[in-house]
């Protein structure tokens, strides 16, 4: 493919349709289809967009409280294949552009926090789940694995992306410093406006920082911003809705000098940030620190990247037919239990 090495890309600040898929895909492909005609090639989306973060589970108990919230969450996950996909990847094919975009995936009985990444040509072309969700999250999403923890060589550079506190494990860095990542989304939820809660918006910008230089990309922070209708639906008293307080968002994009090279959205407010990329001047980073390459010290400090996918149940070998008659159908007959 044809390299472009200068090219504009977008981070959208965006609140879902809380808890409706439908209607949150719809409003993602509005949000493409606006930063695609203003010239952006690679657009990154928030975490958890589709179809919505569970605040439910920082706010209450997350069974007895929150099991009314998970019940629609579960209803409205994403399903692969699916029609949400079908739509957003003809999405990304009208407007010619990659999508990174973080849905809550459901995979046989349970849940994932999954990024989604489509090409210009509407093809789903990988996903990263969250190798291990935070706290809370842990009643909500299973783990991903490193099968599933890509980087994709395109014409715009190699584009990978992480979700929220995976920005603060070294090991998550290492592994996607080696693959040479030079585009990264950084998808995040909204934040808190406590001055004592760890999860606000400035330590996870410098989480985001740091993974910026470190690994010399050019990050795309996109984070969504609490409304006035999510407060409405999940807080019960006044100590939750001075938690989910609206607004709350953080998007921008860094340079990998850390300068911030877009405009900054309010914090209560959606909108997208823009910046122009320019890939050729990551060497110039590259040339001082790269912690998989040259400034690495393999002799004695290495990480293991298992990239391949590991299953919790191993199915081998073909299942006994028990239909009686069977062995009287023709040989490319299917059997009712799935067999031939």
Same mark, same amino acid.
């Given at each position: 493919m044809e390299k472009v090495t200068k090219y504009k890309a977008a981070a959208c600040q965006i609140a879902p349709v809380f808890l409706d898929r439908d209607a949150t895909v719809e409003k993602v492909c509005g949000f493409i289809g606006e930063a695609a005609s203003n010239?952006?090639?690679?657009?990154?989306?928030?975490?958890?967009?589709?179809?919505?973060?569970?605040?439910?589970?920082?706010?209450?108990?997350?069974?007895?409280? +929150?099991?009314?919230?998970?019940? @629609? !969450?579960?209803?409205?996950?994403?399903?692969?294949?699916?029609?949400?996909? %079908? =739509? *957003?990847?003809?999405?990304?094919?009208?407007?010619?552009?990659?999508?990174?975009?973080?849905?809550?995936?459901?995979?046989? +009985?349970?849940?994932?926090?999954? @990024? !989604?990444?489509?090409?210009?040509?509407?093809?789903?072309?990988?996903?990263? %789940? =969250? *190798?291990?969700?935070?706290?809370?999250?842990?009643?909500?999403?299973?783990?991903?694995?490193?099968?599933?923890?890509?980087?994709?060589?395109?014409?715009?550079g190699n !584009?990978?992306?992480?979700?929220?506190?995976?920005?603060?494990?070294?090991?998550?860095?290492?592994?996607?410093?080696?693959?040479?990542?030079?585009v990264h989304v950084s998808s995040w939820p909204a934040f808190l406006p406590q001055p004592d809660a760890l999860f606000r918006q400035e330590p996870c910008e410098t989480c985001a920082k740091y993974y910026t230089v470190a690994n010399q990309t050019f990050t795309l922070m996109a984070s969504q911003i609490y409304?006035?209708?999510?407060?409405?639906?999940?807080?019960?008293?006044?100590?939750?809705?001075?938690?989910?307080?609206v607004g709350g968002g953080c998007t921008k994009i860094f340079a990998p000098s850390l300068q911030v090279i877009s405009g900054e959205i309010p914090a209560d407010e959606e909108g997208i940030a823009y910046a122009d990329i320019d890939l050729s001047l990551i060497p110039v980073g590259k040339y001082l620190v790269d912690p998989a390459g040259h400034y690495s010290t393999p002799g004695f400090l290495r990480?293991?990247?298992?990239?391949?996918?590991?299953?919790?149940?191993?199915?081998?070998?073909?299942?006994?037919?028990?239909?009686?008659?069977?062995?009287?159908?023709?040989?490319?007959?299917?059997?009712?239990?799935?067999?031939?």
């Open positions: 010239g952006a090639k690679v657009i990154a989306f928030p975490e958890a967009l589709i179809p919505g973060y569970p605040w439910w589970i920082w706010l209450g108990d997350p069974f007895v409280y +929150g099991m009314k919230f998970y019940r @629609q !969450l579960y209803d409205n996950a994403v399903e692969i294949p699916g029609k949400s996909v %079908r =739509k *957003l990847s003809r999405c990304a094919r009208k407007n010619d552009v990659y999508v990174c975009v973080s849905v809550t995936e459901k995979d046989g +009985g349970s849940l994932y926090l999954t @990024q !989604l990444w489509f090409s210009p040509s509407g093809d789903l072309i990988g996903k990263h %789940r =969250k *190798l291990k969700a935070t706290g809370a999250e842990k009643t909500i999403w299973g783990d991903g694995d490193g099968s599933m923890m890509p980087v994709f060589e395109t014409e715009y !584009l990978g992306g992480l979700q929220c506190w995976e920005h603060m494990l070294p090991l998550n860095i290492a592994a996607m410093g080696s693959m040479n990542e030079q409304t006035q209708e999510m407060q409405d639906m999940l807080c019960e008293n006044d100590t939750q809705r001075m938690i989910l307080a990480l293991t990247f298992d990239r391949s996918e590991h299953f919790p149940v191993m199915v081998q070998g073909e299942a006994a037919c028990h239909f009686i008659g069977y062995d009287q159908l023709q040989a490319s007959a299917e059997c009712p239990c799935g067999t031939r």
